[in-house]
């Protein structure tokens, strides 16, 4: 598996392991009881509509620095995990950018992979998100890249969905953090550290096949129900759903940093972009004409995903 090698170990956030994620538990859990029913991943991210969905689901507390879900104000300036990612990246000032919730249904061991990477410029409307990921497994782009901490939260007190992590690489030995993990929290660089979900749940409670996407997770008394509009499609106890929060924030090293981020004379453009995907792919002996649309040119797309793409088929 080939990984990114254009930032040193030394330049990856020290992961931080945190026995206590949240002061009031009952202010999350009364949050994410709140917040069904939940869309699955597929319908969040916007993707295609499809019947090969799988058993993730998503809500949105936080975005772009400001939060969209009422009652989430608290949680999003989380003292501890400032605290945490000022000493993980050994920065000085830390802007808290997102915060979601995640539901999993029982399903196999996710791939190991890496975050979606955050650079400047390219969170623009004009710079598709699919692209995001092969920007970062391409190294090419590390100039522009920013560096952001990511607290993963759990409230989960079902069997497996480890969450095992590699701090040095691929090749260096993993490290996995184990359920029951109840308001248990880590902090890292995940958009360069790879990491992944193991199986969980019994086999027999998996999903037999993907679910179509506008499917929604709805909370029951005792537990959680999947539907498609009337139609039941499976129900799982409450500890058989594998709750976490991830929070994201931008990390600096000084004010200095922070405020000439917040200068956007350096920021990526999408013209920057293709052209150094194209200079790169013209190295290699790639051929593929430059999109005239960045957003619908199918085989600019599919020469990006194919050649830049996450190694092994890894998800995200």
């Known amino acids: 598996m080939n990984e990114v090698v254009s930032r040193s170990a030394a330049m990856l956030g020290s992961p931080q392991v945190l026995a206590e994620a949240f002061a009031d538990t009952a202010q999350v859990t009364a949050l994410i009881d709140r917040g069904a029913p939940y869309k699955t991943i597929t319908a969040v991210q916007k993707n295609p509509p499809n019947d090969d969905t799988p058993g993730w689901f998503r809500n949105f507390w936080a975005l772009g620095g400001k939060v969209i879900f009422e009652g989430a104000e608290q949680l999003f300036h989380n003292p501890l995990f400032i605290d945490a990612a000022k000493t993980s990246f050994r920065a000085k000032v830390v802007q808290p950018l997102a915060m979601m919730s ?15 990477p955050y650079f400047r410029g390219a969170h623009r409307r004009e710079i598709p998100a699919w692209m995001l990921a092969p920007m970062g497994y391409s190294g090419l782009f590390q100039n522009w890249a920013i560096p952001v901490a990511s607290a993963i939260s759990w409230f ?4 497996g969905g480890d969450f095992e992590y590699w701090p040095e690489g691929l090749h260096g030995a993993s490290q996995i953090l184990s359920p029951p993990y109840y308001n248990k929290a880590i902090v890292a660089d995940n958009e360069y550290m790879y990491h992944r979900v193991g199986a969980m749940g019994a086999t027999e409670d998996y999903l037999a096949q993907g679910i179509a996407s506008d499917a929604l997770l709805h909370r029951e008394a005792n537990g959680w129900h999947i539907k498609r509009g009337e139609r039941s499609i499976a129900r799982y106890r409450g500890e058989q759903v594998r709750v976490s929060i991830l929070w994201k924030a931008y990390c600096f090293e000084s004010q200095y940093a922070a405020d000439a981020f917040a200068d956007p004379t350096n920021n990526l453009s999408a013209e920057t ?21 960045l957003a619908g040119d199918s085989p600019w797309r599919e020469a990006i995903c194919r050649h830049y793409g996450a190694p092994q088929g890894a998800a995200y």
């Open 273 to 293: 972009i293709v052209a150094l995907f194209s200079r790169d792919m013209a190295a290699k002996g790639i051929e593929v004409n430059e999109p005239g649309d």
């Open 102 to 116: 995640n539901l999993n249904v029982p399903a196999t061991a996710a791939p190991p992979h890496l975050d979606l």
């Open 156 to 159: 989960y007190r079902g069997t």
